[in-house]
Structure formats: structure tokens, C-alpha cells
């Protein structure tokens, strides 16, 4: 069975501190990988997309990078603020044709 | 105006209602997606569809059922609802573009209680 898995399932740091999530997947042949923000009881927000050919992307203090021979993503998150608390999901299909698998996600607290 | 809308947003409902969920979208996308969420279990795919013509089931579509009326509508029903359909529900779409598989973009969800 194909899933994607996000370690931890919660993390707390002080402000100002950068700060790694991870995404793995069972089956290295992930096709592409979206980031997400979650804010509570929101919808989800696109962060960044790694495209096929792609092995990393940069948003302002955002950047994700996708691994396949490991079958793990990274996002980074530099120069942490209290609004970065959210849940951060990571999802990708497994072929261009195949549905899209969500992780169950990092809820992420920035203390001031 | 948000490119992917869902009404209602919120609906309190009673065993064995059926209830209907719609989405629209003007990302002008092919692909479009159900899923819901709930407290400790993530987000799990019910339906999807690919174009007008190809719809598909996901992870649980056991009680649900879906309609495309067109590439920008996509309606989820509970033909009788029961208390443990009780979540957040999400539509989303997507696209292809030169073979990639693009973003996917979200709904703002419909909170759904059935008592």
C-alpha cells in the first residue's frame, strides 16, 4: 500500500529558529510533491510544488526539496515567526494518472 | 473571488437525510477531487475525476456518490447520512500542463454534522 508519512506529528520552537519538516513516502517512485498549510479548521493552502524533474523549490523563507532515490522531501523553514503555526501537509500521485496521497501531517507551534 | 468555492460551508443534518455537497471552480481544470477530513486521520480521497467522463472512487466511498455536471462542477451526495460521516470536506482540483501534474488547489471546505 502506498503511503506518505510525516515525522514528528507535532513540533514546538522558539521563534527565530529554523526548522526542518520531513515527508516520506513507501514507494520511492513518487511522481511529484506539494507542501501545504493547513490553518485550524481552514482548508489547505499550496506552499510549493516540486515538479517531476525537479529537485527542490524556493518561496521566500520556504524551501522544499524532493529526494527520490530516498523517497523523501524536506521543507525548510528558515527565521521561524509565531504565524507559521499551522499544520504543514505533504502529498504527491505516484504516476501523472494515479491519485493524489496526503500525509497526516506536522502541526507546528512558533513560540514568541 | 475564490477560484474553488464549495457550498454549503456548514450544514447540521439528521440521521438519514440525504445531503448534497457542491463545488465549483474557474481554474478552468480537469481534475477534481473529494476528500474528507477528520480529527487524527489526515485527509482521505472519496471520489475523483479526471475529466467529465471519468470519475473514480478513492480510499472510502463507500455511502457517497458523485456527480460531474460539467468541468467546473462537482457534487458530492450522502444518500442517507449517518453520524460517523460527521467531517470536513474538502473539494480540490488540478491540472495537467505539458504532461506534469500541477498544483493542486483547495476548497475552503464544508463542515458537515450529522446527529
Known amino acids: 500500500k502506498q503511503e506518505v508519512t510525516q515525522i514528528p506529528a507535532a513540533l514546538s520552537v522558539p521563534e527565530g529558529e529554523n526548522l526542518v519538516l520531513n515527508c516520506s513516502f513507501t514507494?520511492?517512485?513518487?511522481?511529484?510533491l506539494q507542501w501545504f498549510r493547513q490553518d485550524p479548521g481552514k482548508g489547505l493552502t499550496s506552499l510549493l510544488l516540486?515538479?517531476?524533474?525537479?529537485r527542490e523549490q524556493t518561496s521566500g523563507r520556504l524551501n522544499a526539496s524532493l529526494d527520490k532515490s530516498s523517497g523523501r522531501s524536506t521543507l525548510y523553514i528558515a527565521a521561524s515567526q509565531p504565524g507559521d503555526s499551522a499544520t504543514y501537509l505533504c502529498a504527491g500521485p505516484y504516476s501523472s494518472a494515479s491519485k493524489i496521497i496526503f500525509g497526516s501531517g506536522t502541526r507546528l507551534s512558533i513560540r514568541p | 473571488d475564490a477560484d474553488v468555492t464549495q457550498t454549503p460551508r456548514n450544514r447540521i443534518t439528521k440521521t438519514g437525510k440525504r445531503i448534497m455537497l457542491e463545488c465549483s471552480q474557474t481554474k478552468g481544470h480537469d481534475r477534481m477531487y473529494w476528500y474528507r477530513q477528520d480529527p487524527g486521520l489526515g485527509l482521505r480521497l472519496i471520489y475523483y475525476s479526471f475529466d467529465v467522463k471519468d470519475i473514480n472512487k478513492g480510499e472510502i466511498s463507500d455511502g457517497y456518490s458523485v456527480s460531474r455536471q460539467a468541468q467546473a462542477k462537482f457534487s458530492l451526495s450522502l444518500e442517507s447520512a449517518i453520524p460517523n460521516q460527521t467531517a470536513l470536506y474538502f473539494c480540490a482540483t488540478s491540472d495537467v500542463l505539458a504532461g506534469e501534474v500541477d498544483e493542486q488547489f483547495f476548497g475552503p471546505g464544508t463542515r458537515l454534522t450529522v446527529l
Open positions: 514507494d520511492s517512485a513518487i511522481y511529484n
Open positions: 516540486i515538479q517531476s524533474s525537479q
